[in-house]
């Protein structure tokens, strides 16, 4: 089986890679751009698999990403290049839209000329996984889930570019024929995660004895899941899921943001006891411009069809984020040279008339 990933140096990208390298044997080809949040370090475990390569590539490039379709003759795409970080859209929204949206088109349309060309059983067998997010589906009230017929109602220039890469991905295969599935996740934590996002800020931050910032008064509340369970689950969809489908993928662990960082800050206080309590720096600030007051998923079809179960549950999974941080400074430390864990997303006057 040979799999081109793209997003394969970032965070779920670098997990599903490793899974498909180590686990399954696969010949992967990851390509990445290498932006900010891409780092061949989250890689380092494959550098001496021999059924592991690596391309420096933006998906926008067309000529670039026809060339690797060329060249590796895969059976299997998983799209997971992608902006992905809501806060950096508020104030950045052209570089989602480019490479969300026309960079997706890129990748569907190589995708398609390639699948055209492929003959018989190959031709049958080629998929095309587009992973997407639950935030496609905007904010849930106080009940209900995300299910794989929930209407779409983005909230942030984020989740608008990729609920249109959605709509591109599903047209492909209504239009052409091309053999797509999608998959919409829940909020994925866990090892490599870029220090900007709410989990590894927390840890780092209270790590470093800097505030803890959490948006209004914590009570928005996400559905986790564990990168690893992810990564199987992509795997099967890509492998077993039906034509033209969606997916939601769930961990089923509901928590208020609150929460989460009050827990984070109790396992601090075990595995670093020299910063107890870690709560004292909690800080609460301004919310973030159209945050979305729940998600949460419902992953039955999921579970039934394809027989995909999680593996940790939320409080497994976080002490075992918590104490890859503190054992690999290695990883994160270089890049929160470049990122301090300040507050991202703040719009000024200045700033609003620039999008």
Sequence with gaps: MRVLVTGGAGFIGSAVVRH???????????????T????????SSLDNQSNHRFLQADICDRQAIAEAFDSFRPDRVMHLAAESHVDRSITGAGDFVQTNVVGTFTMLDCARLYWQSLEGSRRDAFRFLHVSTDEVYGSLGDEGLFTETTPYDPSSPYSASKAASDHLAKAWARTYGLPVVVSNCSN??????FPEKLIPLVILNALEGKPLPVYGNG???????YVEDHARALDLIAERGAIGETYNVGGRNERRN?????????????HHPQGAPHARLITYVTDRPGHDARYAIDATRLENELGWKAEEDFDSGIEKTVKWYLENRWWWEP????YDGSRLGLLDPA???SL
């Design 188 to 193: 994925n934590y866990g090892p490599h995660h």
């Design 219 to 225: 009570a928005n509340i996400r559905d986790w899941l």
């Design 258 to 270: 609150i929460d989460v960082v009050t827990r984070i800050c109790e396992l601090m206080d075990i």
């Design 335 to 338: 890049l929160r040279h470049g």
């Design 351 to 353: 700033q609003k008339s």
């Design 20 to 34: 498909l390298v180590l686990n399954k044997g696969y010949e992967v080809l990851t390509v990445d751009k290498l």
């Design 36 to 43: 900010y949040a891409g780092t061949l370090t989250s890689l």
